[in-house]
Nanobody
Framework: QVHLEESGGGLVQAGGSLRLSCAAS????????MAWFRQEPGKDREFVAT????????YYADSVKGRFTISRDNAQKTMYLQMSGLKPEDTAVYFC?????????????????WGQGTQVAVSS
């Protein structure tokens, strides 16, 4: 497993952009499928995007497709989420997660390691 730490959250106006980073420590980052999830208070954790071990395959939730881009740099042990065209409904705590073999890459139950989360707030 790896230790994950998110950064880059903040307050932004609707239509603005943010880039989230997820820094990993440990030796297994480059073999992990990585993902971003988000969670609003009182709601279930929601899938946002996932990327495979070498970055050549990505998948997005319909709600963010065309606005968010997931990427990774295995040499830097870092994953990113570039968010543009932000909407108030994107407001949530964003978590990065890693898995080495879960069945469903869009389900939070498939992921083994989690960061502590970073808050994103989008004002209208």
């Amino acid at each position: 497993q790896v230790h994950l730490e998110e950064s880059g959250g903040g307050l932004v106006q609707a239509g603005g952009s943010l880039r989230l980073s997820c820094a990993a420590s440990g030796h297994t980052f480059s073999s992990a499928r990585m993902a971003w999830f988000r969670q609003e208070p009182g709601k279930d954790r929601e899938f946002v995007a996932t990327i495979n071990w070498n970055g050549d395959s990505t998948y997005y939730a319909d709600s963010v497709k065309g606005r968010f881009t997931i990427s990774r740099d295995n040499a830097q042990k870092t994953m990113y989420l570039q968010m543009s065209g932000l909407k108030p409904e994107d407001t949530a705590v964003y978590f990065c997660a890693a898995t080495w073999g879960g069945l469903d890459p869009t389900s939070w139950t498939s992921y083994h390691s989690w960061g502590q989360g970073t808050q994103v707030a989008v004002s209208s």
